[in-house]
């Protein structure tokens, strides 16, 4: 089944405590992003890939990181986390090409709370 | 940078209405793309647009992209109960940035 896998679902933790959001997709996909999701904002981008070892900053990248060293992992870092980044994250791929990127295929969704 | 605006931010529906939400992006679109979010779900994929002055449809569900590809819209016929959640759009930019607007919360009177 295709299908964008993250872990964990649910996550309390405190402040500065180093954690690591893992994102895999088994459909091939080029294109891979990080969103953050808090009410009445949307879904903010975080970070995106094109490509293997190819990443870009989207709208809201400070306090995170990420690595592309395989094309079907996306993890999210953050490396000391804070109370303003309680919120809801999803990972998404799609397929790219001259025609722009593709449809995205979301995961479930990572709600992860800062204390 | 780039900004997609969406309204309205809330909408109540009688059933059988017709309701449409509107987004507008401060920079040209290389394309656009909506999405609906059932409560305690994740976005799924509605319908691509590409092409300048473009219009879908998908059974109730209209889509328009904009002359200028700056603003899209989403209109929905004869609202039914299946139709309650968010709806995004998300406005590609030319470097493969893809920004949402704040989405449009549909829910639905009987």
């Known amino acids: 089944e295709a299908q964008v896998t993250q872990n964990p679902r649910y996550l309390i933790t405190v402040t500065g405590k180093k954690l690591t959001v893992t994102c895999s997709q088994n459909?091939?996909?080029?294109?891979m992003s990080w969103y953050r999701q808090d009410p009445g904002l949307g879904l903010r981008q975080i970070y995106y890939?094109?490509?293997?070892?190819?990443?870009d900053k989207g709208d809201v990248p400070e306090g995170y990181k990420v690595s592309r060293k395989e094309k079907r992992n996306f993890p999210l870092i953050l490396e000391s986390p804070s109370p303003n980044q309680t919120s809801l994250y999803f990972c998404?791929?799609?397929?790219?090409?001259?025609?722009?990127?593709?449809?995205?295929?979301f995961g479930d969704g990572t709600r992860l709370s800062i204390l | 940078g780039q900004q997609v605006m969406q309204i309205p931010q809330y909408q109540h529906v009688q059933e059988g209405e017709d309701f449409t939400t509107y987004c507008n992006s401060s920079?040209?679109?290389?394309?656009i793309q909506w999405y609906k979010q059932r409560p305690g779900g994740h976005p799924v994929f509605l319908i691509q647009?590409?092409?300048?002055?473009e219009v879908k449809k998908q059974k109730r569900l209209t889509f328009q992209f904009g002359e200028a590809k700056k603003n899209s819209s989403l209109h929905i016929t004869a609202t039914q109960t299946t139709d309650v959640g968010t709806y995004f759009c998300?406005?590609?930019?030319?470097?493969?940035?893809?920004?949402f607007g704040a989405g449009t919360t549909v829910t639905v009177r009987a």
């Open positions: 998404a791929s799609s397929l790219s090409g001259t025609g722009g990127i593709q449809p995205q295929h």
């Open positions: 459909m091939n996909h080029e294109y």
């Open positions: 890939s094109m490509n293997v070892e190819v990443t």
């Open positions: 920079t040209t679109l290389s394309n």
């Open positions: 647009l590409v092409k300048s002055g």
């Open positions: 998300a406005g590609m930019s030319n470097d493969y940035k893809l920004s």
